[in-house]
């Protein structure tokens, strides 16, 4: 806490005046506010015609001083008390030159966001002190989480100072009573933000984002986006209107925000420091949900890597959630840094996170060999989150797996055995949802899980056809598979939601197989089983290929599973004509990848 200095807007301000006001310090305050402060501070204002905010504590000290109107100056740190979960023992005492006493609905939020003992407005009028109001935090329940207790009009000549100091003691017991409780059912207040580039993308990214931020249980509670061609290296949004968003954050008492594209660690560290609240970015918020999601030791380690991996460039950033060591004067010694000591602590993580998981893979792959040599085919849910890949593999297979109306309900892969009406078995495979901008290190992470699509002998593209944006979710996913190298496998597209669709998407988002059901109704679910009987187990099919001489596993199974019409060897390989049916030639392209078959 800075002595003697004043704080906020001071430009244009002659020095003798910001000297005079700077001698403000020096006066001991006897009682809540004695009317030599309030006179002075009355002067002052009119003269430079912008408030002018001062900070005393309980025992009567000036601890700060700002000019400029309170929700457009940096809040100063005037905590002098340092349990957090009390009032900072601090009272603050503000002009309205306009001459309105009453307290503002910004002012109120300041009161609670740095949990003022109080917050006093003096209105001016004709230069002189009219009427005061007082503000305390009130009696939070959860109804009324921010209730605040207002004490006004007050002459300022005649204020019941013992009321007002005794009010901030009841306060202070309030918010302690409640503090415990309160923490453990707290639901963090978001602002969501984002950049408008005028691109057309086929999706409202801010409502997908306020989704996520329900489905990570934060409350939004607002909604913030700037038009812009392109993002701000520094501060993602430009200075001007981060300082507007620090403004909006502190008017709807957020805790966090959180921005819908990733930011670098400058950028993290930029925008706290502006706005004093809590950042994360879009994929921050995603691996948050996945960390709350995963059940199965593989998927705990994965979700746990792609963190580690997503936080090693970012420490630099992590001003609220991570503490920083800076270099200089009393910072060297004959260790480590404590950014390199962290830097150190997540790369050895990352080597062990990776061994483990290596590990699973080996026992997936020995699970999976396991289950080709059988000949069963393969089918893979695969569809945008909340699509209900999850619900229709309930409603085929008589399971009972948990099903939500919310995003990556299910992390971890199911598979479950079906028989068809031809006695035939199939696999049905559920696996994670996509999303846009589906992080990279999740993608990776993931990939041992993932692969599970990738030897699909067929591939069920279950879409939410009620949605206004399944044509950019079909296009989502459709990408992650190409990453995937999955694109060559048959698909059936699988319009889900029938129950709900709207008349005007009954044409749209469909495919060259399409199949239209309601999973939860149990609608259309026949028609989908026969369709998958039938690119499965279909006519019999002609192929020709060249099988690599590394592949004899290929040519072994074709010759266990159909019928050789012609064999040759030539310099890339041997050359196979047989005959197989659907489910052999769906199996063939999954052990080849995107041979033509």
Same mark, same amino acid.
């Given at each position: 806490?800075?002595?003697?200095?004043?704080?906020?807007?001071?430009?244009?301000?002659?020095?003798?005046?910001?000297?005079?006001?700077?001698?403000?310090?020096?006066?001991?305050?006897?009682?809540?506010?004695?009317?030599?402060?309030l006179?002075?501070?009355?002067?002052?204002?009119?003269?430079?015609?912008?408030e002018?905010s001062v900070?005393?504590?309980?025992?009567?000290?000036?601890?700060?001083?700002?000019?400029?109107?309170?929700?457009?100056?940096?809040?100063p740190?005037?905590?002098?008390?340092?349990?957090?979960?009390r009032?900072?023992?601090?009272?603050?005492?503000?002009?309205?030159?306009?001459?309105?006493?009453?307290?503002?609905?910004?002012?109120?939020?300041?009161?609670?966001?740095?949990?003022?003992?109080?917050?006093?407005?003096?209105g001016?009028?004709e230069?002189?002190?009219?009427?005061?109001?007082?503000?305390?935090?009130?009696?939070?329940?959860?109804?009324t989480?921010?209730?605040?207790?207002?004490?006004?009009?007050?002459?300022?000549?005649?204020?019941?100072?013992?009321?007002?100091?005794?009010?901030?003691?009841?306060?202070?017991?309030?918010?302690?009573?409640?503090?415990?409780?309160?923490?453990?059912?707290?639901?963090e207040?978001?602002?969501?933000?984002?950049?408008?580039?005028?691109?057309?993308?086929?999706?409202?990214?801010?409502?997908?984002?306020?989704?996520?931020?329900?489905?990570?249980?934060?409350?939004?509670?607002?909604?913030?986006?700037?038009?812009?061609?392109?993002?701000?290296?520094?501060?993602?949004?430009?200075?001007?209107?981060?300082?507007?968003?620090?403004?909006?954050?502190?008017?709807?008492?957020a805790?966090?925000?959180?921005?819908?594209?990733?930011?670098s660690?400058?950028?993290?560290?930029?925008?706290?420091?502006?706005t004093g609240?809590?950042?994360?970015?879009?994929?921050?918020?995603? #691996?948050?949900i996945?960390?709350? @999601?995963?059940?199965? +030791?593989?998927?705990? &380690?994965?979700? /746990? $890597?792609? !963190?580690? *991996?997503?936080?090693?460039?970012?420490?630099?950033?992590?001003?609220?959630?991570?503490?920083r060591?800076?270099?200089?004067?009393?910072?060297?010694?004959p260790?480590?840094?404590? #950014?390199?000591?962290?830097?150190? @602590?997540?790369?050895? +993580?990352?080597?062990? &996170?990776?061994? /483990? $998981?290596? !590990?699973? *893979?080996?026992q997936?792959?020995?699970?999976?060999?396991k289950r080709?040599?059988?000949?069963?085919?393969?089918v893979?849910l695969v569809g945008?989150?909340n699509?209900?890949?999850?619900?229709?593999?309930?409603?085929?297979?008589?399971?009972?797996?948990?099903?939500?109306?919310?995003?990556?309900?299910?992390?971890?892969?199911?598979?479950?055995?079906i028989?068809?009406?031809?006695?035939?078995?199939?696999?049905?495979?559920?696996?994670?949802?996509?999303?846009?901008?589906?992080?990279?290190e999740?993608?990776?992470?993931?990939?041992?899980?993932l692969?599970?699509?990738?030897n699909?002998?067929?591939?069920?593209?279950?879409?939410?056809?009620?949605?206004?944006?399944?044509?950019?979710?079909?296009?989502?996913?459709?990408e992650?598979l190409?990453?995937?190298?999955?694109?060559h496998?048959?698909?059936?597209?699988?319009?889900?939601?029938?129950?709900?669709?709207?008349a005007?998407?009954?044409?749209?988002?469909?495919?060259k197989?399409?199949?239209?059901?309601?999973?939860?109704?149990?609608?259309?679910?026949?028609?989908?089983?026969?369709?998958?009987?039938?690119?499965?187990f279909?006519e019999?099919?002609?192929?020709?290929?060249?099988?690599?001489?590394?592949r004899?596993?290929?040519?072994?199974?074709?010759?266990e599973?159909?019928?050789?019409?012609?064999?040759?060897?030539?310099?890339?390989?041997?050359?196979?004509?047989?005959?197989?049916?659907?489910?052999?030639?769906?199996?063939?392209?999954?052990?080849?990848?995107a041979?033509?078959?």
């Amino acid at each position: 806490m800075e002595k003697r200095k004043i704080h906020g807007n001071i430009n244009g301000i002659k020095n003798i005046t910001l000297e005079a006001i700077e001698a403000l310090y020096d006066i001991k305050v006897q009682g809540f506010a004695d009317i030599e402060l309030l006179e002075a501070m009355t002067k002052f204002s009119a003269e430079i015609s912008r408030e002018i905010s001062v900070y005393i504590a309980r025992d009567g000290r000036i601890v700060n001083i700002s000019i400029g109107e309170i929700n457009k100056v940096e809040m100063p740190q005037v905590r002098v008390v340092r349990n957090l979960d009390r009032l900072c023992g601090v009272r603050c005492i503000h002009t309205h030159p306009s001459g309105d006493p009453r307290l503002s609905s910004v002012d109120i939020a300041t009161l609670h966001t740095a949990k003022l003992d109080a917050i006093a407005s003096l209105g001016i009028y004709e230069g002189k002190p009219s009427q005061m109001f007082v503000g305390f935090i009130g009696e939070n329940t959860e109804e009324t989480p921010n209730a605040s207790l207002i004490y006004g009009p007050i002459s300022p000549s005649r204020i019941p100072h013992k009321l007002l100091l005794n009010e901030i003691y009841l306060a202070d017991e309030r918010l302690k009573r409640t503090a415990i409780e309160n923490e453990a059912a707290k639901v963090e207040r978001a602002v969501l933000a984002g950049i408008d580039s005028g691109k057309a993308l086929g999706y409202d990214p801010i409502e997908e984002l306020e989704s996520l931020a329900q489905t990570a249980g934060a409350e939004v509670v607002g909604r913030f986006v700037q038009r812009a061609k392109q993002i701000d290296k520094a501060t993602y949004l430009g200075s001007g209107k981060i300082e507007e968003l620090a403004l909006f954050v502190r008017e709807n008492n957020a805790d966090v925000i959180i921005f819908d594209d990733e930011l670098s660690a400058i950028q993290i560290k930029n925008i706290e420091d502006i706005t004093g609240t809590k950042v994360i970015d879009r994929t921050t918020l995603i #691996l948050d949900i996945f960390a709350a @999601r995963a059940t199965s +030791r593989e998927g705990k &380690l994965q979700v /746990e $890597l792609a !963190q580690q *991996k997503y936080r090693l460039p970012r420490l630099l950033g992590f001003g609220t959630s991570m503490s920083r060591l800076g270099g200089g004067i009393g910072t060297r010694g004959p260790g480590e840094k404590k #950014l390199e000591i962290d830097r150190r @602590r997540i790369h050895r +993580r990352i080597f062990e &996170l990776e061994q /483990e $998981l290596e !590990q699973v *893979k080996k026992q997936r792959d020995l699970r999976r060999k396991k289950r080709e040599s059988s000949s069963i085919p393969l089918v893979s849910l695969v569809g945008y989150t909340n699509a209900g890949k999850s619900t229709l593999l309930n409603a085929l297979s008589g399971s009972d797996e948990y099903v939500a109306d919310q995003l990556f309900a299910t992390l971890d892969p199911v598979v479950r055995k079906i028989t068809l009406s031809n006695g035939s078995e199939i696999l049905l495979s559920d696996t994670v949802g996509f999303i846009n901008k589906l992080p990279h290190e999740l993608v990776h992470a993931f990939r041992s899980t993932l692969e599970e699509v990738t030897n699909s002998d067929l591939i069920l593209h279950v879409i939410d056809a009620s949605s206004d944006y399944c044509a950019k979710q079909m296009e989502v996913v459709n990408e992650v598979l190409a990453d995937l190298q999955a694109a060559h496998i048959p698909q059936i597209l699988v319009r889900n939601k029938l129950d709900i669709i709207k008349a005007h998407d009954e044409e749209s988002c469909t495919g060259k197989v399409s199949v239209d059901i309601s999973a939860l109704k149990k609608i259309g679910l026949d028609t989908l089983l026969q369709k998958i009987e039938e690119m499965l187990f279909g006519e019999n099919n002609s192929i020709e290929l060249i099988i690599p001489y590394n592949r004899y596993d290929v040519v072994a199974y074709i010759r266990e599973n159909g019928v050789v019409v012609e064999e040759d060897h030539t310099e890339d390989g041997t050359r196979l004509k047989a005959i197989v049916n659907g489910a052999v030639a769906g199996k063939i392209k999954s052990m080849l990848g995107a041979v033509n078959v």
